[in-house]
């Protein structure tokens, strides 16, 4: 008995040792994302040819203190191969070599992964280049690999290199921020939340969307989450940012600000920032902007968005008074777009055969391109080219704009400028690819990768993108016309009174998407409850959110909804684009696009539902970058389940220039258009001569009337 026992015991403990190192394994498998950052490839790469090379640019932040970094790379490799044939890849950083290996296909992994060690040394705080060239043949033939299309391979999808790194500790100086409250890692969650009052006034909740949208703007990894909340619902374990009055500041808080005697928080705002006495993490902070005064929150909060005021504040606490000028400078709407604008201050190509660059180019969604956009670049190249079939090309969006051959007698100076067709797909990014044919004679036979071809594109080129306003209110447009030209544009968010911190945060992550089309600290957000709008409805861009209950706006509105509620609010009533049957038409939310009833020229965005819990899914779809570009047309139906469709109540407008409008229209459209022209000509030269003749007559009556006086008086 006592035997089986000992078995007993020594198996449950052979299990148990067992277990505990599995899950040690498992441990020091996983990934830690908030101390790692991956820079990654986001469509595949293929290299052609003998020579080949693609580069990786990423960012080692100055929070970082780096432990480590590895390359990892996802390759596929051309069946073809005879063998004495090599493959090699070369890797660099920041243009230094650090390993080169070779590669072969292998008939049973289609997708091969080799994993790699950076040496740290080689990386520098900053802008990093990681490079990876290749040496490819096929076969030991001369003259062959470098022009057989069967001489290939793919950097995959998802190459890249990961960063390991434990964050610095940060001060309590204000110019520290936004660190800690984004850290750069491969964490999707954010651990920040801005807080307002229990009873926070309307303008204490204008601010907070106004600081979601700009923390959106810099965080870099996915839709940023950060929530918004009463102090009721602090998370302690997160950095908070606190909006509101300093009456209001829970105790905790309150303690940790100190003194304030000389601060009149009637004509002044506060911003400390400290550690939070939530937490003993002392990378974990507070930070709180205080005023009783309207004008002052809204001033420090925009202080805060600004970077170049933020990085001189070389201490924990700042008081924001009128002096204050923290308001950015905004560039007016720029049609003529330098290589600086574009992302690049030159374009440097070097290599044979095609050599091409991507640039990107985000146009405001409250702005549709108009005719008469031209590209003009001026550019040198190389004079070892085979200029009977040298080339450079320009496309938009894939689209062939237009090409030149290359000439010997203009290597040291050339220029090219192309007309932007009306065929170019209207779409709010532009990605324009300059594509250089560097051809050499007898190319085809180098074995070696000498006299390089180039070509030098200078920087004072440009694009000239002319462009005129959206007239729509639809969702392919959105968020226009609550941004504009980079900026919120006249922003009235009419809400709930007294919102829970639900629907605070779902308010918090709509706005935290339409930040990232913003790029100043200027326009404006202003948050009025439904009990009280007041005139400023008159003016702005109208976001409605609630139910009828908690919303009594929202039955102010209902006549000019889309989709309108029946006579007791439990739900929407059928229209000539949809029957609703009861009980859908009660568990649904709708988005409803249109102008304001209250000034045609501004817009209007309803959300509502009957019921709050559905009215809170459906933001789904107005705060995540992948959902919403589901949303079509002017109005859209959620039901319960998230299930969406899309509707066009109204035509959209033509949005191009009467000219433009002309070119576009058919033959006998121009026609008529031509005849009518020519008819109102006819007319007013007849008139024209009518006229004159009839003052022609009168004038020699009147040089008649004193010779027949004269003749009167003999």
């Known amino acids: ?421 009306r065929d170019i797909p209207n779409s709010a990014y532009l990605n324009i690819e300059i594509s250089f044919d560097l051809a050499m004679t007898n190319t085809w036979c180098e074995k070696r990768q000498e006299k390089t071809p180039w070509a030098y594109v200078t920087p004072d080129s440009y694009i000239y993108l002319p462009s005129v306003q959206s007239k729509d209110y639809n969702f392919q447009r959105y968020p226009n016309p609550y941004v504009e030209n980079y900026a919120f544009n006249n922003v009235l968010v009419v809400t709930p009174d007294n919102m829970n911190s639900t629907d605070l945060t779902k308010l918090g992550n709509m706005f935290a998407l339409m930040g990232t089309g913003t790029k100043y600290n200027t326009g404006n957000i202003t948050v009025e409850s439904g009990n009280s709008v007041g005139d400023l409805v008159n003016d702005s861009n109208l976001i409605v959110y609630g139910t009828p209950s908690n919303n009594p706006f929202i039955k102010k509105i209902n006549n000019d909804l889309w989709f309108k509620y029946n006579s007791n609010y439990t739900g929407f009533e059928s229209n000539a684009k949809q029957y609703l049957t009861t009980p859908f038409n009660e568990n649904i939310t709708t988005f409803q696009m249109c102008k304001s009833p209250f000034n045609n020229q501004r817009g209007m965005l309803v959300i509502t539902s009957p019921k709050d819990k559905n009215l809170q899914d459906a933001t789904l779809y107005l705060s995540d970058s992948k959902k919403i570009l589901d949303l079509t047309g002017d109005s859209a139906i959620v039901d319960q389940y998230g299930n969406l469709q899309n509707f066009q109540m109204i035509k959209p407008e033509n949005n191009a220039p009467s000219f433009d409008m002309f070119k576009q229209s058919n033959l006998l459209t121009k026609g008529l258009m031509g005849l009518l022209v020519l008819i109102i000509v006819l007319v007013g030269v007849s008139i024209f001569l009518y006229l004159n003749k009839y003052k022609k007559e009168d004038k020699n009556d009147s040089d008649d009337i004193p010779y027949r006086k004269r003749f009167k008086r003999r």
């Not at 304030?260 to 003993?280: H, M, R, T």
């Open 1 to 421: 008995m006592k035997k089986r026992l000992m078995h007993i015991f020594l198996t449950l403990g052979i299990c148990a040792v067992f277990v505990l190192m599995s899950s040690s394994v498992i441990a020091s498998a996983a990934p830690n994302n908030d101390n790692q950052k991956t820079f990654s490839l986001n469509s595949d790469i293929v290299f052609r040819g003998d020579f080949s090379s693609h580069e990786i640019y990423f960012n080692v932040s100055k929070w970082w203190d780096v432990s480590g970094a590895e390359l990892q790379v996802n390759y596929t490799r051309s069946q073809i191969s005879t063998q004495n044939a090599q493959t090699f890849f070369v890797f660099y950083i920041n243009n230094i070599p650090f390993r080169s290996q070779e590669i072969f296909y292998k008939e049973n992994d289609e997708v091969q992964t080799l994993k790699i060690n950076v040496p740290t040394r080689l990386l520098k705080s900053g802008n990093n280049t990681l490079k990876i060239e290749a040496y490819m043949r096929i076969s030991d033939l001369p003259c062959v690999d470098d022009v057989n299309p069967a001489n290939w391979a793919t950097i995959n999808k998802g190459t890249g290199i990961t960063v390991s790194f434990n964050n610095k500790l940060a001060n309590d100086n204000i110019g520290n921020f936004p660190y800690p409250y984004l850290k750069e890692n491969n964490n999707p969650q954010v651990n920040t939340q801005i807080v307002v009052p229990n009873n926070y006034k309307d303008y204490d909740v204008s601010n907070a969307l106004m600081m979601q949208s700009y923390l959106s703007r810099l965080f870099t990894t996915g839709d940023y989450n950060g929530t918004i909340v009463k102090e009721n619902d602090i998370n302690k374990n997160n950095n908070i940012i606190y909006i509101g009055s300093y009456n209001d500041l829970p105790a905790e808080l309150k303690k940790s600000v100190g003194s304030v005697n000389g601060i009149d928080f009637n004509k002044e705002a506060l911003i400390q920032q400290v550690n939070s006495p939530y937490s003993n993490n002392q990378n974990i902070k507070a930070l709180m902007i205080l005023s009783d005064n309207q004008d002052m929150i809204s001033k420090a909060v925009r202080l805060m968005m600004n970077s170049s005021l933020v990085m001189q504040l070389d201490s924990p606490r700042y008081i924001v008074n009128d002096n204050v000028k923290e308001l950015q400078e905004i560039q007016g709407d720029k049609d003529t777009l330098t290589m600086q604008d574009l992302g690049s201050d030159s374009i440097y190509l070097q290599g044979p055969f095609t050599r091409s660059v991507n640039l990107g180019y985000k146009m405001p969604k409250n702005k549709v391109l108009a005719s008469g956009g031209k590209i003009h670049l001026n550019m040198r190249y190389s004079q070892n080219l085979d200029f009977n079939k040298a080339l450079v090309t320009v496309y938009i969006n894939n689209v062939p704009v237009g090409s030149k051959k290359l000439s010997y007698d203009k290597a040291n100076g050339d220029t090219l400028e192309l007309t932007i067709p």
